[in-house]
């Protein structure tokens, strides 16, 4: 149906309009006193003619139709054919449209007014193109395997790496287990006859290098279904040096230093014996002792562990001195309470609590494991940085003193891990506390990436801060990477890369070899179950309400120029031939 006429060069109407009227009454007043009144007004006809045809050539007239439009079903990979079948009897005239990726649909979407997608969706970038259509995602087949896997990639040396992931529609007594790079077993957990099952491992990080373990499916006799490449760099972190002072020595005391040792950091504990009396032990340290809490001592550590009764026994001075320490030169310190510590001002504490019925809590990530806490919760003020938090209550936690840090905890007792036979959770407690406390090196150059995995012949987006003022960076092959600026953090640089091989890449940066990045390329076969589950729950979002944002389709049928332009040679040709006409008569 016809709703309107419009001109598609509608901004230059009122300027063609005054000069076709200019030219047409310049006609009127030549042709005006020298022809009879029968040739003026054939003349004018036939410059009327000639004129509006011009002026329609400029302006170039259009029909707005709207659009017969119906329904569609555009089939993706793993389009259930039983739905479509059902589909189909429902809607007779339904239109079917096979979705290939990366391809324009905007010719047979022009006559759809209403989509369903079967399947597994569209790739990402592709959804631009369903802007303007109601769009009713109906899914696909059920998936099976892996569809999310979350562990940190990059780590370092004596962390206790977890692996969580969540497997969907698994088969009863089918098994996953984790592999290490020489074929040894790690671990395993069955899975059961579920709608999903989550599984968690745990690796110990012992070695640096770049490794890649394998999560596989076995089935209940030992054969293998599947396997997955699970990467995972590791580096060697520089030692921490750290002082405990104890007012005596103490069974946390004890296992704490033992474990700092075993993670390679320099250790020295001074216990006090009687007042002015102390007793140092060295751990992968030189035999200096300490006994005056100066500037200059101080700057000889990273991390200072110190108990209650030590804290509030320091000297106005002492205490002072600790927390310009803090401020100017990065100290980190921890504070291990007692009883007492909780009745200390916000001052001299950092930090305000709130009082618990319970002596006990759980993680939910070591749900088999119990601990022990003060009947407190740190308060979640402002600057308060959580470290460690169970059911939404703040258990261990850091605040900002300048450049350093200041933290403690409500947990109590944690060498009791140790006694239980718990000592990946105590380790790796620890190891949380420690890393937020500790005082950061300065890091001159950084680089983030958008996803865990990179893959095969895709773009792989990465974020880059460098002090350095031009950074040049380059791939495998020495292919520099063309690198774009941020325009308010000149520090702070943004590049994507296209792979070509699967398995370890590195980017380095020119005259930096201590600073790269390495990153794990997938090729097209591997964790497919995962990126289908993601195109799901991208198609999911996307259709999800775009539907209310539909409006009538109209399209403008403009009239070929051909048939004004062919008025307007015959209107010429006859004004031409006029006095010819006339003049033999």
Do not use: C
Not at 420 to 428: A, C, I, L, R
Not at 569 to 577: P, Q, R
């Amino acid at each position: 149906m016809t709703n309107s006429f419009v001109f598609l060069n509608e901004p230059w109407f009122w300027p063609v309009i005054s000069s076709a009227v200019f030219i047409f009454l310049f006609f009127v007043w030549k042709e005006w006193p020298d022809s009879s009144k029968k040739r003026l007004s054939f003349k004018i006809f036939l410059a009327l003619s000639a004129i509006v045809s011009l002026a329609l050539i400029a302006l170039r007239p259009a029909l707005r139709h709207e659009l017969e439009t119906g329904l569609a079903v555009l089939i993706t990979e793993g389009a259930d054919n039983s739905r479509l079948d059902s589909l189909e009897k429902r809607n007779k005239n339904i239109k079917k449209i096979i979705y290939s990726k990366n391809r324009s649909l905007q010719r047979q979407l022009d006559s759809v007014s209403s989509l369903f997608v079967l399947g597994h969706g569209l790739e990402p970038f592709d959804l631009w193109q369903f802007e303007e259509i109601p769009v009713t995602y109906l899914g696909g087949e059920p998936i099976k395997g892996i569809v999310k896997l979350k562990y940190d990639v990059q780590n370092t040396i004596g962390n206790n790496l977890e692996i969580k992931g969540l497997y969907q529609n698994p088969k009863k007594g089918n098994r996953i287990i984790i592999q290490e790079p020489g074929g040894a077993v790690l671990d395993s957990v069955f899975l059961d006859d579920v709608h999903s099952q989550q599984f968690r491992f745990s690796v110990d990080l012992k070695i640096s290098g770049d490794f890649v373990y394998q999560l596989i499916e076995k089935d209940s006799t030992g054969l293998e279904i599947n396997s997955e490449p699970v990467p995972i760099s590791v580096v060697r972190k520089d030692p921490l040096r750290i002082m405990i002072i104890n007012s005596f020595p103490t069974f946390e005391s004890k296992y704490l230093k033992n474990f700092l040792a075993e993670m390679g950091h320099k250790v020295l504990v001074r216990s006090q014996m009687t007042k002015g009396r102390y007793k140092f032990e060295y751990l992968n340290s030189e035999r200096t002792p300490i006994y005056e809490l100066s500037r200059e001592n101080l700057r000889k550590f990273d991390v200072v562990l110190i108990d209650t009764d030590s804290y509030v026994n320091f000297s106005a001075r002492s205490f002072q001195t600790l927390i310009n320490a803090v401020k100017d030169d990065g100290l980190g310190i921890f504070i291990q309470p007692n009883a007492s510590f909780f009745q200390l001002s916000e001052g001299k504490s950092h930090f305000n609590y709130d009082r618990l019925t319970t002596t006990e809590v759980s993680f939910s990530r070591w749900p088999k494991n119990t601990f022990r806490i003060y009947p407190y919760r740190i308060r979640d003020d402002f600057l308060v940085e959580p470290v460690q938090v169970s059911k939404r209550s703040i258990l261990s936690a850091y605040k900002r003193i300048g450049k350093g840090r200041v933290g403690s905890t409500v947990l109590r007792d944690t060498y009791r891990l140790m006694l239980e036979g718990n000592s990946v959770v105590y380790k790796q407690f620890w190891t949380e506390i420690i890393g937020a406390i500790a005082n950061k090196e300065v890091i001159t150059t950084e680089f983030e990436s958008e996803t865990m995995f990179a893959e095969e012949h895709h773009p792989f987006n990465f974020k880059l801060r460098t002090t350095k003022s031009s950074p040049a960076l380059f791939e495998r092959d020495n292919v520099q990477i063309p690198l774009k600026q941020h325009p308010d953090f000149p520090d702070l640089w943004m590049g994507t890369v296209y792979p070509r091989n699967h398995g370890w890449n590195q980017l380095t940066i020119a005259g930096d070899s201590t600073s790269s990045h390495n990153f794990f390329v997938l090729d097209s076969n591997q964790w497919n179950t995962k990126r289908i589950a993601q195109k799901i729950e991208q198609n999911e979002r996307k259709f999800a309400h775009n539907a209310s944002r539909f409006e009538k389709k109209m399209v403008l049928d403009p009239i070929d120029n051909i048939w004004f332009f062919l008025v307007f040679l015959v209107a010429i040709a006859l004004l031409w031939v006029e006095p010819k006409l006339f003049e033999s008569r």
